[in-house]
C-alpha cells in the first residue's frame, strides 16, 4: 500500500513538475510575442463574440500608449481611440467584414490619451459557424507613423524641389528674353541668391531623412532576427507576415532609398544650374579680373541650354587659353547672344559649333552654326542697333549691338562670316591684359 502510494505521489509530482514547465514555455512565448511585436511597431487582438470577451496584446497596448493593468479592452474603447475624422470609415470597414465581405487593409488615424497622433494599418479576419454567424474576430495594428512621416517629408521636399527647379526654369526663360545687357547680371545675382538658401535646408532635411530611414531598417533587422526564435505556426507569426506582405515591405526598402537618390540628385542639379548662373554673371564681384573664358563658355551653355537643346547640337573644340583679364559676366553676355542667335538660325535640326584658341597676346573665340546664313546685304548692318531680320516679338536688334559695344570696350574685335544656306560664323578677339585703366565698368 505504501508503495502505491509513492508511486502515485511521484506521478503527481512529475505531473505538477510538467505543468509547470508548460507554463513557464508559453509565459516565454508571450514575452517573445510582446517583444517581436514592440519591435515591428504591430500588435493584435481577438474578440470571442459568443462569450463577448476581447484581448488584446501588449504590441498594441504599447502602440495606443495605454495600461494593461488599468485598461479594458472592448471594441467600443477600440473605437474611442479612433481619430474622429476616420471613425465612420473604420466603423463601416469594421460591419462590412462582419458581414462577411472580404476586407483589404486599411489607413486610418488614432489620437493617445495624451494627444500623440499616430497613422496605423489595419487588417482582420474572421471565424463565422456553420450558419454565417461571426464566432472570433482577429486582427493586427502596424504602427506606420515614422513610414508616413517619412513619406510625407519626402513628398514635401520633391514638391519643394519641383517649385525651385519651376521658379529656375521661369527665370531662365526671362533671362533669355531680355537682351538689355545691364539686367541680366542683376536678374542672375537675384535667381541665386533667393534658390541658394532654400536649396541648404532642403539637401539638409534629405540627409536627415536618409538617416531615418536607415534606423527604420535597423529596427526592422531587429524585429526579423527575433521572429525567426518565435514558432512557426504561431498566430503572431502569420499576422506579421500578412502585414509585411500588404504593406510590401520589400519594395518599400528598396524604393525608399531610390526615392531619396533621386531627390538629392535633383538637389544636385539645382546646385549646378545655380552655380552657373553665378559663374555666367560673376555676381560676386562687377570688376575687371583674370577669368576663364572656357569656364564662362560652359556656363552660358548650361544657361542658354533650353533655347539649344531642341534645335542643335553643341560640338566643343577648345584650344589652349590662358586667363583674359575682363569683365566675366559682359563677356558671358557677348556669348549667350552668339549662342542665341545661331540657335534662332537653325530652322530644324542643326550644328552649333564653339571654338577656341590663342595668338600672341590675343584669344579669340568662334560660334558657327550650320543655319540658312545671312544676306550679304545685312551682314553691312548686323552690328546696328535695332536692326533685325526676326520676325517681330522674336527679337529687339540690340543682342549684337551691345555685344560690339562690349567688344570694343575690352579694346576687342568681334567679326562675321556667312554663306547662305550653309550657315555662319561670329569671331570674338580679346587681348589678354586690359589695355587701360579699370574704373569704367
Not at 454567424?133 to 504602427?143: A, K, W
Not at 545685312?378 to 540690340?398: A, E, S, V
Request: proline letters at 3%; hydrophobic letters at 40%; aromatic letters at 6%.
Amino acid at each position: 500500500m505504501s508503495t502505491e502510494l509513492n508511486e502515485r505521489n511521484e506521478q503527481l509530482r512529475q505531473k505538477l513538475w510538467e505543468k509547470e514547465e508548460t507554463e513557464r514555455a508559453l509565459r516565454l512565448n508571450d514575452v517573445r510575442l510582446d517583444k517581436a511585436q514592440q519591435l515591428a511597431r504591430l500588435g493584435s487582438w481577438d474578440w470571442d463574440m459568443v462569450r463577448n470577451a476581447a484581448s488584446w496584446s501588449g504590441g498594441l497596448l504599447n502602440i495606443l500608449g495605454v495600461d494593461a493593468a488599468t485598461f479594458i479592452p472592448t471594441r467600443n474603447a477600440f473605437l474611442e481611440f479612433v481619430h474622429a475624422a476616420d471613425r465612420e470609415m473604420v466603423e463601416n470597414w469594421f460591419n462590412h467584414a462582419l458581414a462577411g465581405e472580404p476586407q483589404a487593409t486599411i489607413d486610418y488615424r488614432v489620437v493617445l490619451p495624451d494627444g500623440t497622433v499616430k497613422h496605423v494599418l489595419s487588417q482582420i479576419e474572421i471565424e463565422f459557424d456553420d450558419g454565417g454567424r461571426p464566432l472570433m474576430l482577429f486582427g493586427t495594428v502596424l504602427d506606420i507613423t515614422a513610414r508616413k512621416q517619412v513619406e510625407d517629408a519626402l513628398h514635401r521636399e520633391k514638391a519643394d524641389q519641383a517649385a525651385l527647379i519651376k521658379r529656375l526654369e521661369e527665370a531662365h526663360n526671362q533671362l533669355l528674353q531680355s537682351e538689355k545687357m545691364a539686367s541680366i547680371g542683376q536678374l542672375a545675382a537675384g535667381v541665386a541668391h533667393e534658390i541658394n538658401n532654400p536649396i541648404g535646408f532642403v539637401s539638409a532635411n534629405l540627409g536627415s531623412l536618409g538617416k531615418y530611414v536607415e534606423q527604420l531598417f535597423a529596427v526592422l533587422a531587429a524585429y526579423e532576427a527575433v521572429r525567426v526564435q518565435l514558432p512557426a505556426d504561431s498566430q503572431a507569426v502569420a499576422d506579421v507576415a500578412a502585414a509585411e506582405k500588404e504593406a510590401d515591405l520589400a519594395y518599400l526598402k528598396e524604393d525608399i532609398p531610390a526615392l531619396l537618390k533621386e531627390s538629392l540628385d535633383g538637389i544636385t542639379r539645382v546646385r549646378r544650374i545655380v552655380q552657373d548662373l553665378k559663374d555666367f554673371s560673376h555676381v560676386d564681384s562687377g570688376e575687371w579680373q583674370w577669368a576663364d573664358l572656357h569656364q564662362g563658355l560652359d556656363s552660358t551653355l548650361n544657361v542658354v541650354n533650353n533655347e539649344i537643346k531642341y534645335k542643335a547640337e553643341v560640338v566643343k573644340e577648345y584650344g589652349d587659353l590662358p586667363r583674359v583679364e575682363c569683365l566675366g559676366s559682359q563677356i558671358n553676355q557677348v556669348f549667350m547672344n552668339l549662342l542665341v542667335n545661331a540657335a534662332h538660325a537653325i530652322q530644324e535640326r542643326g550644328v552649333i559649333t564653339v571654338r577656341t584658341g590663342s595668338a600672341g597676346e590675343e584669344v579669340w573665340v568662334e560660334v558657327a552654326d550650320t543655319g540658312s546664313g545671312i544676306p550679304p546685304d545685312n551682314l553691312k548692318r548686323i552690328f546696328d542697333p535695332f536692326f533685325t531680320t526676326k520676325p517681330i516679338g522674336k527679337g529687339t536688334g540690340l543682342g549684337l549691338s551691345l555685344s560690339y559695344g562690349i567688344v570694343q570696350k575690352h579694346h576687342g574685335r568681334i567679326e562675321v562670316s556667312s554663306e547662305l544656306g550653309k550657315g555662319t560664323t561670329f569671331r570674338v578677339t580679346l587681348p589678354v591684359h586690359c589695355q587701360e585703366p579699370k574704373a569704367d565698368n
